[in-house]
């Protein structure tokens, strides 16, 4: 498969969004929830500050080849992350909040899934995603910081270079600035390699996240109801880049 003409197995923005939970696709599912939850280990590769599923650690040491020819180093802040090094993440925001700062656990729950995702949904469990920065700048401070990628902030370059390219070797914006978008909040960083997280999202769709997710034991699960999971399911897990779909 050329990576820049992989045929994408989604279905449309508009009707991918109004399905059902449950729906089914027509072709095999090939993924275990285990494996999409983070809950399996997975065959890595790429080696130290890669760490992905083998034609993604493929294809962005080519992307980061062609970046470096151009003056960015691409580097890897996030890769995959394991269910449990998400629970981790989420119960100390989760403490911090509620315990901290004294917000209601609902509230608490909304300020988290601005960037943070529930454990056992986020597209990092996938060995799919990357979040990157330029190695070639030193910065001070905390280095995700959408300021760092817009015009003036040290990563600027990197974005221009991301955006001009990123496609040609598979690597799509999942959460975009596009101003009707709901759900997680614009991530300048955060890009999917699309010929494998496409149908890993799907396989994940069959599933009955609402249930499985009722079933999570962790800090704050006590709070899912329903309707939060179906909002969250619609707005934070669907409502992204519509090529990623």
């Not at 960015?72 to 449990?84: E, L, N, P």
């Not at 901290?100 to 060995?127: N, Q, V």
């Not at 905390?142 to 070797?169: I, N, Q, R």
Request: aromatic share 14%; hydrophobic share 35%; glycine share 8%.
């Amino acid at each position: 498969m050329q990576r820049r003409d992989f045929v994408k197995k989604g279905l449309g923005t508009a009707a991918a969004l109004s399905l059902p939970l449950n729906f089914e696709l027509p072709y095999q599912d090939d993924y275990s929830i285990l494996e999409l939850m983070g809950k399996e280990d997975i065959e890595l590769f790429g080696g130290k500050g890669i760490n992905l599923l083998e034609e993604a650690a493929s294809a962005f040491k080519e992307m980061r080849a062609a970046a470096y020819g151009d003056g960015y180093d691409i580097q890897i802040a996030s890769g995959y992350r394991s269910f449990q090094r998400l629970q981790v993440i989420w119960e100390r925001k989760f403490i911090r909040y509620t315990e901290d700062d004294g917000m209601e656990p609902l509230d608490a729950i909304d300020k988290i899934i601005e960037y943070s995702t529930i454990p056992g949904t986020s597209r990092h469990h996938w060995g799919t995603e990357i979040d990157i920065i330029d190695g070639n700048v030193k910065v001070e401070g905390s280095l995700l910081v959408t300021k760092k990628y817009e015009e003036g902030g040290p990563f600027a370059g990197l974005k221009s270079w991301m955006d001009e390219h990123c496609e040609e070797f598979g690597f799509y914006l999942v959460y975009t600035n596009e101003p009707k978008r709901r759900g997680f909040k614009y991530e300048p960083w955060h890009y999917s390699y699309a010929p494998i997280s496409i149908p890993m999202l799907a396989a994940f769709r069959k599933k009955n996240i609402l249930r499985i997710l009722q079933d999570e034991t962790f800090l704050g699960t006590e709070y899912f109801t329903a309707g939060f999971l179906r909002s969250y399911i619609r707005e934070n897990i669907l409502d992204i880049n519509p090529d990623l779909l």
